[in-house]
């Protein structure tokens, strides 16, 4: 926990912040659980796992916003309302994703023209249906990773980089398409 603690937003979370801000980025969302595109800036963001700086009630469900920096130590916190345990709010091996945090990455999803995939494997399901269904319907993904992915094929782009030497260098082009037309990635 404290290693996540101490770990920063990288140059490639910058960008994309930046791309939310100027208006050409619809949002983004995420398998990380680290909060690292908040504190970058993003403000819609969907967070597919959930999130360590979060915990939620193992009885009513209710959900606590910790700040980021802030784990529970010694003690399980219990909740204000029914006084169950308070777990992390964070999706593990097995578990179900939220039902509407998904459904609300397919809208976001449904309103893009470029879908940019960054960083991601593609084992993951049913996070990796979003790139399958948004390249059914015949959106153009553009796929940053260092290797191929099970996602590689459907990618009409792939740029074998890191997420930030890769944003770095496709910025302008990026910002020229999407962005001064007011067009939307996500
Ligand atoms: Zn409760």
Not at 90 to 119: C, Y
Not at 157 to 178: C, G, N, P, T
């Amino acid at each position: 926990m404290s290693l996540i603690a101490k770990a920063k937003p990288t140059l490639a979370h910058m960008i994309l912040s930046g791309w939310e801000k100027k208006g050409g980025l619809i949002g983004i969302v995420t398998q990380n659980v680290d909060g690292l595109h908040q504190r970058a800036g993003s403000s819609n963001v969907i967070e597919l796992h959930g999130s360590i700086w979060r915990v939620r009630c193992a009885s009513c469900g209710r959900r606590y916003n910790l700040g980021f920096g802030n784990v529970p130590r010694e003690e399980l916190p219990r909740c204000n309302e029914c006084g169950g345990l308070l777990r992390p709010d964070v999706v593990w091996f097995q578990e179900p994703i939220p039902l509407n945090q998904f459904e609300r990455a397919e809208r976001m999803f449904s309103k893009a023209l470029l879908v940019l995939v960054i960083g991601t494997s593609g084992k993951v399901m049913p996070a990796a249906l979003l790139p399958i269904n948004a390249s059914r319907e015949g959106k153009s993904i553009l796929e940053i990773n260092p290797e191929e992915t099970d996602l590689s094929e459907l990618a009409r782009i792939r740029i074998r980089e890191s997420a930030s030497k890769a944003l770095q260098r496709i910025a302008h082009l990026v910002e020229e398409e999407f962005i001064e037309d007011r067009r939307a990635v996500t």
